[in-house]
């Protein structure tokens, strides 16, 4: 599932709202979840889960195909933690097939 389809799947629960509305809804919500991650804030959706960052420190890795060392600088990484009515959710589904 991808930006468009949640668009316009809550286009089709919410009939009140045009599509327009709903596109603006969903870009505003995650640009306002990717600033708050850019600025280094955990963000908590209870129930779903929680995104955070984290730093990556520089270490040394390996070319697979040549072997050879690779510098590997430090970075930021996003890190998304499932919640547990989602876990529960989806235990309960693998459960029921």
């Known amino acids: 599932m991808n930006r468009s389809d949640i668009v316009r799947l809550l286009a089709q629960q919410f009939t009140h709202l045009t599509d327009q509305d709903v596109e603006l809804a969903v870009d505003g919500i995650l640009d306002a979840m990717n600033h708050a991650l850019v600025r280094g804030h955990r963000i908590e959706v209870r129930g779903f889960g929680s995104f955070k960052v984290v730093d990556r420190p520089p270490r040394m890795g390996r070319n697979p195909r040549t072997g050879e060392p690779v510098s590997i600088p430090k970075r930021r990484a ?17 459960e029921e097939r």
């Open 78 to 94: 996003p890190l998304f933690k499932v919640g547990k009515a989602l876990r529960t959710s989806l235990d309960d589904d693998v």
